[in-house]
């Protein structure tokens, strides 16, 4: 007698799951892409490749220009429904337009996705108008301030499972042990940063936003651009303003049982991967 079928395999959809391969092919770097290109790119083979970017082209989300494929604004109705469902507008906007207004610098909120942060919300300082950060971009942790005050937030368990996925280049700049320890860290003061030498790229200031039980479930921040302060100066300058409005991010969030569950991450799935 075969062995009975888990529950996943029982409801496990494997075409929608290819569907949503497709669409997760195409990116900034690959733009316009071939059945070919798709194929490589999502493992499937060369007719199931083309029979779904004919099928998508068929829904409207991706379009045709002879033998490349692209998507098409349709398939913003995907990621924004994730976002409309969410009410950023309503439940963190206000939190970080009121950040940005009194620190005259910009704040992000973002969630732990793999071995990234995806940044949900921002609030732009006037400086920031030349740089185009839309909203989705994926990030990676370790080299965020948010990154890391949500992967000090992980489980012990899933915290290594994120380091066993790190591809060797990403921790270049800092041995295992010596990332371990600064996530110690982070766990321990409640709060990280990032600094970048004076004048520039970016340096920020983060601090953990948390559900009922106290689970790290999001992050938000302060970011300088380009750098003006130390860390210890950042810290002084904007880490009770910070706190504040995480706290005041966490009171709305709280009132509406599907944001918490929206933000947070499933503790039934898989370990992290990229």
């Keep these: 007698m075969p062995p009975a079928k888990s529950k996943a395999s029982e409801h496990f959809s494997s075409s929608l799951a290819r ?5 997760k092919a195409f990116d900034r770097q690959a733009p316009m892409l071939r059945i070919a290109d798709v194929a490589e790119r999502t493992g499937l083979d060369r007719a199931a490749a083309r029979r779904f970017l004919l099928t998508l082209l068929d829904l409207g989300y991706v379009g045709r220009s002879d033998d490349l494929f692209y998507l098409r604004p349709s398939a913003l ?10 009410d950023v507008n309503r439940v963190i906007q206000p939190f970080l337009n009121e950040l940005t207004s009194v620190t005259r610098e910009t704040s992000s909120f973002g969630i732990l996705d793999g071995l990234d942060i995806r940044l949900l919300a921002r609030s732009a300082n006037n400086r920031m108008m030349n740089i185009t950060i839309p909203l989705g971009t994926r990030v990676a942790a370790h080299s965020a301030s948010i990154g890391r005050v949500l992967l000090a937030g992980l489980s012990p368990e899933r915290f290594e499972a994120y380091l066993a996925a790190q591809q060797p280049d990403a921790k270049a700049e800092f041995s295992t042990d010596e990332f371990r320890s600064i996530v110690d860290g982070v766990r321990s003061s409640g709060w990280a940063t990032i600094e970048k030498s004076p004048g520039v790229g970016f340096c920020s200031i983060a601090v953990p936003v948390r559900d009922r039980e106290g689970g790290v479930i999001a992050g938000v921040n302060v970011v300088e651009y380009p750098p003006r302060n130390t860390p210890q100066a950042m810290v002084r300058k904007y880490l009770r303003l910070l706190r504040e409005a995480a706290q005041q991010i966490e009171a709305a969030l709280h009132v509406s049982q599907h944001a918490v569950l929206a933000l947070s991450d499933d503790p039934g799935s898989p370990p992290l991967i990229g």
């Design 19 to 23: 569907g949503l391969s497709v669409i």
């Design 77 to 86: 109705d995907i990621g924004f429904s994730y976002l409309a469902s969410l």
